[in-house]
Antibody, heavy 113, light 109 residues
Framework: EVKLVESGGGLVQPGGSLRLSCVVSGLTFSNYWMAWVRQAPGKGLEWEAGIKPDGSEKFYVDSVKGRFTISRDNAKNSLYLQMNSLRVEDTAVYYC??????WGQGTLVTVSS | QAVVTQEPSLTVSPGGTVTLTCGSSTGAVTSGHYSYWFQQKPGQAPRTLIYDTSNKHSWTPARFSGSLLGGKAALTLSGAQPEDEAEYYCLLSYSGVGVFGGGTKLTVL
């Protein structure tokens, strides 16, 4: 069974930082593109960042470039999202997603003073 | 960045057939966009129905199929069931950058 488990969400003040993690099991992690997708309350899905299987290339949506960094550790079957300079509008449930479309259950990030 | 367009809402009768589409502002959708289709019900995480245009997961009901149709990605539901009422999102890849459509609210009525 494939499982993706996110962690690291929580309440943070505007301008603050958080690091999200996603541990993957049940598939050969190093073979898969990975991505972070978010969903603000009552809104649609938004793709934020993606990374190649070997970590050699990373891709970002314009709104998070320079603030968010995606990374992975294939030895630990783990995906990360370092989020800096957080804004109120970054409040959302963050999901890690693999190529072929395996999803985690999400972790809630709330940016508020 | 590109804009991906979906029908905001569609209605299908139980047992009926409906096609949801996913268009790109940059032109025709091709296999190189690796289109995905996701289903989301209220209070639940999304689940993937289709990946890479037409591939299904083990949990994807046989009544769902993915294709390219008229320059768009398409999700066809044949024999709609009440439990298919949900929000459906498509995702296209643009050289590694993903863009979601705004979602289609499908009503089975």
């Amino acid at each position: 069974e494939v499982k993706l488990v996110e962690s690291g969400g929580g309440l943070v003040q505007p301008g603050g930082s958080l690091r999200l993690s996603c541990v993957v099991s049940g598939l050969t992690f190093s073979n898969y593109w990975m991505a972070w997708v978010r969903q603000a309350p009552g809104k649609g899905l938004e793709w934020e960042a993606g990374i190649k299987p070997d970590g050699s290339e990373k891709f970002y949506v314009d709104s998070v470039k320079g603030r968010f960094t995606i990374s992975r550790d294939n030895a630990k079957n783990s995906l990360y999202l370092q989020m800096n300079s957080l804004r109120v509008e970054d409040t959302a449930v963050y999901y890690c997603v693999s190529s072929q479309g395996y999803w985690g259950q999400g972790t809630l990030v709330t940016v508020s003073s | 960045q590109a804009v991906v367009t979906q029908e905001p809402s569609l209605t299908v009768s139980p047992g009926g057939t409906v096609t949801l589409t996913c268009g790109s502002s940059t032109g025709a959708v091709t296999s190189g966009h690796y289109s995905y289709w996701f289903q989301q019900k209220p209070g639940q995480a999304p689940r993937t129905l289709i990946y890479d245009t037409s591939n299904k997961h083990s949990w994807t009901p046989a009544r769902f199929s993915g294709s390219l149709l008229g320059g768009k990605a398409a999700l066809t539901l044949s024999g709609a069931q009440p439990e298919d009422e949900a929000e459906y999102y498509c995702l296209l890849s643009y050289s590694g950058v993903g863009v979601f459509g705004g979602g289609t609210k499908l009503t089975v009525l």
